[in-house]
Each structure stands twice: as C-alpha cells, then as structure tokens.
C-alpha cells in the first residue's frame, strides 16, 4: 500500500468517526423500534398460544451426560440443555399431552465433547434414534404424525446431519426419523440438504453474565471502524483458507491486514468485548457456520454485524430484520470490503446503530438465567406458535407408514 493510499485510508477513517460521533450526541442515543410484522413479533408472548409436553426421558439421555461433563453447559450449543431447563418451568409445559400443540424429547446430543471440549456427533444419530423408539413404544403420541407434532434441539454444526465435515455431512443427511419433526437449529443455509424445511434458525449461546459484565458506558465513542479477532485459516484442517469459512477470513486477512480502517487480529485480547462496543463494524465471515458467537455479541454490544456467507439463514430471520440491521457483502466481493462500508452513508450507519441499541434485538439473541421475556427462548416457542394449527395432513391414517426406520447409514442402526 503506497503512503498516498495510506493517507487517504486515515483521512476517510477520521471523517467517518467525526461524522458518526457528531451525529450520535445530536441524536442523543436514540433507539428505534422496528415497525411492520418483522419487528413487532420480536415482544410476542408465547403463553396462551402454544402448550408443550415434555416427555420424561431416563437420565442417561440427559442429565447422566452432562453430570459426566459439565463443559457442555458453556460451549456454543449448550442451548439444547437450557431449553429443556426452560421447559421444565414455563407456564406453555402441559402434563396432560392429550392437549398439546408440540412434544419435546430433551437429548442432549452435543454433549460428547473431546479434551478441548468440542462436541463429536458419532453417537448422536444412534442416541437420537434410541429416544425416537422409547418414546414411539411408550406413548402413542409419535405414531399418530410420526413427529410431525414434534420439535428437536439438534444444535450440531450440520444440525441433524450429524457431522462436523460439510461433505460428510451431505452424504449423511438429515437423520431420517425427523424428517417429518420441526428442527431448532443453529445450522442455516438455503438450498442445502441439512437445513430442512420448517426449521427454526437460533442464535449458538453465548454466556449472557459474562457479557453483562464487560458493559461500557453507551455515550462512549465508536473510535474503530471495523473489528474482528479470531482464526482466519484452520492451520490443522484446512492450511490453504479455502475451505475454512468458505476462504472468507482468509480474504478478509490477505486483503486488510495491513489496511488502517481494519483492527483484525488473531489474538484475543482481555478488552475484547469493550473493542466491539468501540468498533461501528464487526466482521462476521460465517461461511457456513451462522453458529458463530460473533454475530450474537456483535447485536448485543450494537456493533453492526458485517455478514459475508453467501446464502445463510440467520437466527430467528422472521422476526429478527437482519437486512435493516445488519451489511450482507458477498463472499467474492471481500477484496472491496473497504469501499463497501465507507460508501455506507452516515445516516443508514446510526439507523443501525439505532435499531441495534433497541432492547428487544438484544434480549432475541441471549439464552439468560433465568428466562426473560423476549428472550431467545421465546422466540423459539413464538416460531413454534406461528406454525400452529398444524395442518390436517400432518395426522396418519390408520395403519399409515412414512418413515423408513432401516434408513440412512448402517452404522446408525446399531443399538445405544
């Protein structure tokens, strides 16, 4: 980068700040709520409007797992176990499944971790599949849809296809007997085939104590233009870049690193999350992992998200106005990142800024202890409400078979 390039990148970098600083103490840190359907389903309340039966599964599908490894309740698919928590208590759980709307099975099907404590799926299919029998010979309630009435917590990097590797998991597919079930997931990606029809997008969890913790004063500038710590190439796995997040990060590194308006780094400093709060973009390179912790911290702390994954389905999409509130830029356009969000007027930043200092976009994104209202367990019994009456068609006749209980891959078959 030559020294006028450099001056120039300084100079757009100061009036920038100059200009949202300025306009920010004028607007005084005003939110602003979203009007029309998207927005305003955001403070639904799902009581009244749904009831749910949890099933009463034995423990080693539950709590023995996670009392063999508590990890499991702080890494970014721990969902699943706070759901069933949630459930347990809200005032949607019926005892009496006679009049359910939906039927919960809490397995915790990420729970197996590895030392460094990251979830391996090779056992999920076959303890899925286990639950799937118990509850099919024990209640009649599974028979007469076959699962059609029923929701699923599969919160794996591929959902219900079981695999960490995209390839693997294509070949996999989704786990057969829930292809008629509606999937919570944190997995989104249009036209692939493990986002399956009807499922619910959610954010990955992300701790919201140890969020709380790190707050800045709001009247503090935004004095970094755009941020972001974290791998840009899995040296292990994928040395090349191409495939890690799709070869976005790796971009992202080889086209600014070097360029003043982006503070990117691979450490991860203590100030980490006070850096989002002073930062006016967060860079959020999913590929296709829409699971990253990034965008949930990004929306909490109000800086506006930078999405580059091509085709993605972010959490809670129709309630949450991802376009309003966010930047999509296309995975083959990162080289131009630079003239991309300097070209973003002043006035649409604070929109954002504005619309992301609302309340309510917060509180969607957050799995907190215990649950308040808005939050995202809410918005997951709000999707399942929206979906309700189910249709008549989703009710077997009499003798009436769908699923293929032999289906899917050999190894699966095998007894939990």
């Excluded at 036209?191 to 004063?217: E, F």
């Excluded at 989002?276 to 999913?286: E, I, Y």
Aim: with cysteine; charged share 20%; hydrophobic share 40%.
């Amino acid at each position: 980068m030559g020294s006028g390039t450099w001056i120039l990148a300084l100079l757009v970098l100061q009036s920038v700040f100059d200009g949202i600083y300025g306009l920010e103490q004028e607007v005084n840190h005003r939110t602003e709520r979203i009007s029309g359907s998207a927005g305003d389903v955001l403070e639904d309340d799902p009581v009244g409007r749904l009831k749910v039966f949890v099933y009463e599964l034995p423990s080693k599908y539950n709590k023995k797992i996670l009392h063999k490894d508590p990890r499991c309740l702080n890494h970014m698919f721990a969902a699943e176990i706070y759901m069933n928590r949630f459930l347990l208590s809200s005032p949607v759980r019926t005892l009496n499944p006679e009049e359910a709307d939906w039927f919960y099975a809490p397995v915790y099907t990420t729970c197996d971790l590895t030392p460094n404590g990251l979830p391996l799926p090779f056992k999920s299919p076959r303890m899925m599949r286990s639950a799937i029998e118990l509850i099919s010979t024990n209640w009649p309630y599974w028979n007469r849809t076959e699962g059609a009435d029923h929701f699923f917590v599969v919160p794996h990097d591929f959902g219900a296809c079981f695999h960490y590797q995209e390839e693997k998991a294509i070949e996999r597919g989704i786990l057969h007997l829930l292809k008629r079930a509606t999937l919570v997931q944190t997995f989104g990606q249009r036209n692939h085939v493990c986002l399956k029809d009807g499922s619910i997008t959610i954010p990955p969890y992300a701790p919201p104590q140890k969020m709380q913790t790190h707050l800045i004063p709001p009247d503090t500038p935004r004095s970094i233009f755009v941020y972001f710590r974290g791998l840009f190439y899995d040296v292990g796995n994928d040395p090349e870049g191409g495939y890690y997040a799709r070869g976005a990060r790796a971009s992202v590194w080889e086209n600014f690193k070097n360029n003043p308006l982006f503070d990117i780094s691979t450490d991860h400093p203590t100030t980490y999350y006070e850096d989002m709060q002073r930062a006016v973009f967060c860079l959020c390179p999913l590929g296709w992992a829409p699971w990253s912790p990034r965008l949930v911290e990004a929306v909490v702390f109000g800086c506006i998200p930078v999405v580059i994954a091509d085709d993605i389905v972010l959490p809670f999409a129709d309630a949450i106005p991802w376009e309003e509130i966010g930047v999509f830029v296309a995975e083959e356009d990162v080289p131009k990142l630079d003239t991309i969000l300097t070209s973003i007027p002043i006035e649409v930043i604070l929109r954002k800024q504005r619309l992301l200092a609302n309340p309510s976009m917060k509180q969607a994104m957050l799995f907190p202890q215990p649950a308040q209202p808005g939050d995202a367990f809410h918005q997951i019994l709000n999707g399942l409400a929206r979906k309700l009456p189910h249709d008549e068609g989703v009710y077997l006749k009499p003798g009436q078979k769908i699923l293929n209980w032999t289906a899917g891959p050999v190894g699966d078959l095998k007894p939990w």
